[in-house]
Structure formats: structure tokens, C-alpha cells
């Protein structure tokens, strides 16, 4: 199973190729099999170092709120296992 989180395009290099943000980790991705143009700003999904579909930023915006909440929500879970495990809890 594949997740892809939405990346924000920072900067669009000569060579075809974008940075990107993705939950604040930046990155360089190849744009060869974008079928839509795209401009800094925009989100795109990610496959294996490849930009491959352009989103709209609200449905951009949405997902990236749901990874951050299920993020949150497993360190709370990782969290309270360390201090079960401290407690001799477990």
C-alpha cells in the first residue's frame, strides 16, 4: 500500500525538476510525468521521486490536516506505551 501526502511545489528548477514540501521535509522530484502544468505554489502527489498528479490546494490542504491529526494521534499513542513501559505497566 502506497500513502502519498500532498507536496507543495517551492521551486521549479530548468531541468524539469520541483522541491518540494512535504510536512516540512523538502525534497527534489522530477516533473517528466506531470500531464498538467504546474507553477510554484501548487500541490502534487509523489510516486517514487516522480510528481504524478496535481491536486487542488483545499482537497491538498484537507489531507494534510488528516496526516498531521493521525501523526498526532500515534506520538500520544507511542507516548503513553514509554510511560506504561516506565510505569512497569505493561
Known amino acids: 500500500m502506497c500513502l ?3 507536496s507543495k511545489i517551492i521551486e521549479i ?3 524539469n525538476t520541483a522541491v518540494v514540501d ?3 521535509m523538502r525534497r527534489r522530484v522530477s516533473l517528466d510525468l506531470m500531464m498538467d502544468p504546474v507553477d510554484v505554489g501548487d500541490y ?3 510516486h517514487v521521486g516522480y510528481a504524478m498528479t ?3 490546494e ?3 490542504l484537507e489531507s494534510i490536516k488528516a496526516y498531521e491529526e493521525l501523526i498526532r ?3 500520544e ?3 503513553d506505551e514509554f510511560w506504561d513501559e516506565v510505569r512497569g505497566e505493561s
Open 73 to 75: 494521534l500515534m506520538e
Open 54 to 56: 496535481k491536486l487542488d
Open 4 to 6: 502519498a501526502i500532498p
Open 13 to 15: 528548477g530548468d531541468d
Open 58 to 60: 483545499e482537497q491538498a
Open 22 to 24: 512535504t510536512l516540512g
Open 44 to 46: 502534487v502527489l509523489i
Open 77 to 79: 499513542d507511542e507516548r
